[in-house]
């Protein structure tokens, strides 16, 4: 992310980095955690793409797993086409003005929560985890998802307009918030960037795809967004099994999670701790 040390070093910015490191770790793991950086910014130098592949399988596969899912579980579909679905919901064909303004409030309560929910969030990501957010967030969004579905079925316009709003609380609760911070965690520099690639197609497949299905076939507009309840529930199912937590870890122990070389190591009680009230 813009704001993480790893960032900072990786743009020769080690002033700014150390300055996000003492606001995170505590002052006899600030030295150790900046060693650390510099390392990794060395090795990235010789990482190539074959290297990538060949050693970074495991954290590829489940970057790739959550980037697709905040892609097909809904959110950019919500934030592209929130008014036509909502238009969808009523039952007269003739959209009246005060509808119109109540769809155009419930866009504006989007980014409301957006904003709202993210910065909140982030104060509980090193306090909770990120697998624990994930699965919250995956679970919020597939219960909103499968509701709307139900609310666009029976022309529910009141249950499709807070399932919106809800599938965009879970969305920046889980994948919005972490997945930058989770990709940045596990991966070298040209697996990120490899991820920004993944993410833009996947964003392409589901704003075309939600388009064609839900207006250029027989389908509708209900099972087009039950679609998305159901990538939410094989999403909440691939975390649960897959996700490996990494929560106040370091770099070389997220490695070594990750490539099984360290796995007897129980619950990893060398965790580098983080600064909290209590410190």
Known sequence: TYDSPKYYILNSRPNDA???VNKIYLQEHQSKMMEGLVKEKENEKHITF??????YKLQLWICSMVVCLREFTGPNVMSYYSSNILRG?????????GDTYSIRVVNLGMGVSRMVTAATAGSFLDKFG?????LLGDAIITVAMGLLS?????KFEFLAK???????VGASLSFGLINPIYVAETLPFRGACLMNVIMGLATFISLTGFSFLSQETSIGLGAAVGIFCV??????IGCKLFLKETQGLTMDQIYDM?????????????????????N
């Open 18 to 20: 150390r300055e996000v």
């Open 50 to 55: 074959s290297h990538l592949f060949s050693n």
């Open 89 to 97: 919901a009523y039952d007269n064909h003739e959209i009246s003005v």
């Open 130 to 134: 990120r697998k624990p957010l994930y």
């Open 150 to 154: 139900v609310a666009l079925w029976y």
């Open 162 to 168: 807070f399932m919106v709003l809800q599938s965009v």
């Open 231 to 236: 990538f939410g529930m094989l999403g909440f």
């Open 258 to 278: 990750f490539s099984g070389r360290k796995e007897e190591r129980e619950d990893y009680q060398d965790k580098v701790p983080l600064k909290t009230e209590e």
